[in-house]
């Protein structure tokens, strides 16, 4: 059984899109990447993204990480706080910390192709 299986399969994953939107969206930190964004077609993709790193069935045609993310300027600590907000949300809807710990790890894999900004020196 895959990780989508034991997660719940589309049902599961559409209420974590979700939930992790809802997140996403209300940390101000966040919020203005999100600005003026299609939302319904970000969380279709989304749904799809997240049901392929789940183990399920691989229905994702959007682009690929890097172009759908250039020119955004996502910073590492934006990067960080989405996936933050994403484990939370795995973990609320019933995935265990070493499931979640998988889908994570994976994640941060993708950050090269993602992340344009590292964070600044502290002062």
């Known amino acids: 059984m895959s990780l989508f299986d034991d997660f719940g399969g589309t049902p599961a994953v559409t209420a974590a899109v ?11 930190e966040l919020a203005p990447w999100f600005a003026g964004i299609d939302l319904v077609r970000l969380k279709a993709h989304q749904r ?3 049901t392929a790193a789940l183990g399920g069935p691989d ?3 959007g682009r690929s ?9 996502i ?6 706080r989405v996936l933050e907000h ?3 949300t795995l973990f609320d ?13 994976d994640l941060r894999g993708q950050s ?12």
């Open 18 to 28: 979700e939930v992790f939107y809802g997140r996403v969206a209300d940390d101000p």
């Open 48 to 50: 799809a993204f997240l």
């Open 59 to 61: 229905l994702f045609t």
């Open 65 to 73: 990480m890097p172009a759908a993310h250039a020119g955004l300027g």
């Open 75 to 80: 910073t590492i600590d934006a990067f960080d």
């Open 86 to 88: 994403l484990a939370y």
């Open 93 to 105: 809807l019933g995935l265990s910390y070493q499931q979640v710990a998988m889908v994570i790890d």
């Open 112 to 123: 090269a192709g993602i992340v344009e900004i590292e964070s600044a020196p502290a002062s």
